[in-house]
T-cell receptor, first 107, second 115 residues
């Protein structure tokens, strides 16, 4: 079983700052990762996926995968109050999620 | 396009009663997952089906829980008898073929309260 661990936070950043969310994994064979966002009272929704080493950018979001160090991170630039949510990382094919990191962006 | 449909959205019942949660996956998706989410334990995988066949039920907490998928468009999760500690939000999710690289699409969840 692949283990995925996240710092459950909570993480609080001021509006406009960069929020950095991290996830570590145990299985060196893991090739790809998903990031989901879950607003309070809602279901998780996919926001990013990354399949290869390095960075992947989508708007204000950047996913970074470092296979040598076995971690994957999500950076949110110019954080907005609407980014306040819990962020979950997941290994495709394993169907198990990290504990999630609760992010609060303060105006 | 219709997403994953779960029913009921909310369920409140007394302990000892049977509870049945329902899920309709997205058409064309061949994998279906049941999750339970609580503040203490986060999002836990209970069971998943591939092509209507249960593949991994190691997350089912005990024999009081059972899940079925009689066809590609319907699944149930049943708790009998229910207990207060079963109170949680239960999510159903589905994913298209190509499990190893496909994201899951979640339903809105069923908020279950056992009194």
């Amino acid at each position: 079983q692949k283990e995925v661990e996240q710092n459950s936070g909570p993480l609080s950043v001021p509006e406009g700052a960069i929020a950095s969310l991290n996830c570590t994994y145990s299985d060196r064979g893991s090739q790809s990762f998903f990031w989901y966002r879950q607003y309070s009272g809602k279901s998780p929704e996919l926001i990013m996926f990354i399949y290869s080493n390095g960075d992947k950018e989508d708007g204000r979001f950047t996913a970074q995968l470092n296979k040598a160090s076995q971690y994957v991170s999500l950076l949110i630039r110019d954080s907005q109050p609407s980014d306040s949510a819990t962020y979950l990382c997941a290994v495709p094919g394993d169907m198990r999620f990290g504990a999630g990191t609760r992010l609060t962006v303060k105006p | 396009d219709a997403g994953v449909i779960q029913s009921p959205r909310h369920e409140v019942t007394e302990m000892g009663q049977e509870v049945t949660l329902r899920c309709k996956p997205i058409s064309g998706h061949n994998s279906l997952f049941w999750y339970r989410q609580t503040m203490m334990r986060g999002l836990e995988l209970l069971i998943y089906f591939n092509n209507n066949v249960p593949i991994d039920d190691s997350g089912m907490p005990e024999d009081r829980f059972s899940a079925k998928m009689p066809n590609a468009s319907f699944s149930t999760l049943k708790i009998q008898p229910s207990e207060p500690r079963d109170s949680a939000v239960y999510f159903c999710a589905s994913s298209p073929p190509g499990l190893s690289n496909q994201p899951q699409h979640f339903g809105d969840g069923t908020r279950l309260s056992i009194l």
